[in-house]
């Protein structure tokens, strides 16, 4: 152990590290561990605090008090030790730093040394070594490169592998050399998608900037179809592929994103509100437009009034007497009473009950009538629309089912735990290829969870509208990083950071999502809603309702007519 003291110990002079970890296999049996870790501490004591881990997987080296550098000690059997599987998981999210694995036994044989290496390429430990011992005594040191493919290097020159690398940190990118990067290449409107033979989308030109800056290529990831036989993405599975490593980064752009320890994320491109979107009422029943002047609660009270006009006027000539005109009359003159038209006989031959009754009423019957009439006026000059859906109670009120991604509604309930049970009932779960060929086409049966940035973009199919299908309700469930799903610990999580960061402040993301909706739309993806009908102020044509009740009124007083001549 010598051979790592010289070569490690220049570096505390120069404070390069300020936490040292220790993962000691129980398996290990070498007589100078507790001399090595003691030399370690006298050399690297004052710049740096030392921490010993055996077997605890629970501790998390991103959540101590040193956050900058660190180097980490392994003393190992071999790569199935449990210790580095404890080494793996209180490192995780620091696996960029840098790490001497010890191969504790005399090496004849280099498959120990490879397993090890292999298992530091699979699980990011690119900037790792592994020392070990051959058995003719030479000390060794070997690392893995990932990029173009997986290779193992001897490093044991280890000045030459520093020069190697300080070049390629002056170049300040990393040059991948034609490494083809694992993804799904499928249908996310607008952030990726196939039009005219090529991918496009807002967030895709982005992450293929930065593939093309990195020297890098698209290798496609092929998915199974989604329900409706297409190739709209499944991030859920997606996902997944990432937990797995099955890919460096996935080029979907992806906001509702659980807290995983097995999943990292880009750094943000925009920050996104995720809403329901709702469809719009933009016309009524114009049978009811004679009824709208007042509100239910108006017609009910106008209709009380006359009823009780009745009632006291029958009372009065029935206890006082007077001029009798039977129920007909009372009915009449009640009636009058209350639209602010008086009759001849009211005139003529006013009563003590009538004039009071005349007085009394005069103010109610003339502002009602001329409320009803001026309102009725102003119907017929402007639209008059349906109430809008504003609020949770308005789609609860309106029973409009709501359609939801079926992973997603996991995501909802997971981290909204107070949702009202009526508005649970009406969720739709469905695939996303469902989901997204009713919300693309504007399938006014439902309402969709949107994120801000989509629904900008299906907004333009209906921009030309005079009268717009949908909107975007103040009913929203969070605010969330738009990013794209990277692999813990990748080593090009700060190249992609920087990158997106650049792209980020100079606006491109704003510009790329501009252009989108043009190539989807030449694509088929997408249409412009056209304008089919022309809107005019309602008529006399939208008041059937009235000359439909004056022709059956005049149907029943000719049916009465001719019974009473039949029965003279």
């Known amino acids: ?104 036994d005399k090496v004849g044989d280099m498959q120990p040394i490879h397993d090890l290496l292999r298992f530091a390429y699979k699980q990011q430990f690119i900037n790792s070594m592994v020392y070990f011992e051959s058995e003719e005594g030479i000390n060794q040191i070997f690392g893995v490169t990932k990029f173009p493919a997986m290779t193992f290097e001897n490093r044991t020159d280890f000045n030459t592998y520093m020069r190697k690398m300080y070049k390629k940190i002056l170049n300040a990118r990393s040059d991948v050399e034609g490494y083809g990067f694992a993804t799904p290449l499928r249908q996310d409107l607008p952030h990726l998608f196939q039009s005219r033979g090529r991918n496009d989308g807002s967030t895709y030109r982005i992450i293929e900037t930065f593939v093309e800056f990195a020297n890098g290529t698209f290798a496609e990831l092929h998915m199974p179809p989604d329900a409706l036989g297409g190739q709209v993405i499944n991030m859920k599975q997606t996902l997944q592929m990432v937990r797995e490593r099955q890919m460096e980064f996935c080029a979907h752009a992806y906001a509702l994103f659980m807290p995983d320890d097995e999943l990292e994320k880009t750094y943000p491109l925009l920050v996104v509100q995720w809403c329901l979107m709702v469809p719009l009422y933009n016309s009524v029943s114009t049978y009811l437009y004679p009824l709208q002047p007042f509100a239910w609660n108006v017609w009910f009270f106008a209709l009380g009034a006359l009823f009780a006009l009745v009632f006291l006027e029958l009372m009065w000539l029935r206890m006082f007497g007077g001029d009798w005109l039977g129920y007909h009359g009372a009915v009449l003159d009640s009636f009058c009473y209350i639209i602010n038209v008086p009759t001849e006989g009211q005139v003529q031959q006013p009563c003590l009950l009538r004039f009071l009754l005349l007085g009394t009423v005069f103010f109610h019957g003339f502002f009602l009538s001329a409320y009803y009439t001026s309102n009725l006026g102003s119907i017929l000059t402007v639209n008059l629309f349906h109430a809008q859906i504003n609020t949770m109670d308005d789609i609860v009120s309106a029973q409009l089912p709501v359609m939801i991604i079926d992973y997603e509604m996991e995501f909802l309930l997971n981290l909204n735990k107070e949702l009202p049970e009526e508005f649970l009932k009406l969720l739709r779960p469905v695939d996303s290829g469902i989901f997204a060929a009713h919300q693309t086409r504007f399938n006014s049966s439902f309402a969709y969870f949107v994120t801000e940035d989509q629904w900008q973009f299906l907004e333009e199919q209906q921009k030309h509208l005079k009268q717009h299908l949908f909107k975007m309700s103040s009913i929203c469930f969070g605010s969330y990083h738009l990013a794209f799903p990277l692999q813990m610990d990748s080593s090009l999580w700060r190249d992609i950071e920087y990158f997106t960061f650049r792209i980020h402040s100079s606006g491109l993301l704003n510009f790329y999502a501009r252009s989108s909706f043009a190539s989807a739309l030449h694509g088929g993806l997408v249409e412009r809603f056209p304008q089919n009908q022309e809107y005019t102020s309602a008529g006399m044509q939208h008041l059937a309702i009235a000359f439909i009740f004056l022709l059956v009124m005049s149907a029943l007083a000719g049916i009465v007519f001719v019974l009473e001549v039949l029965s003279k």
């Open 1 to 104: 152990m010598q051979f790592i003291l010289d070569l490690l110990t220049p570096f505390a002079q120069q404070n390069i590290f300020q936490e040292i970890v220790w993962f000691v296999s129980p398996y290990q049996r070498l007589e100078q561990t507790d001399q090595f870790i003691r030399r370690i501490d006298e050399a690297f004591g004052t710049t740096a605090t030392q921490t010993v881990v055996n077997n605890n997987t629970e501790i998390r080296m991103t959540h101590s008090s040193a956050r900058r550098n660190h180097m980490s000690f392994v003393l190992t059997t071999g790569a199935e030790d449990p210790i580095m599987k404890v080494f793996s998981k209180v490192l995780l999210g620091r696996h960029f730093y840098f790490t001497m694995v010890m191969y504790v």
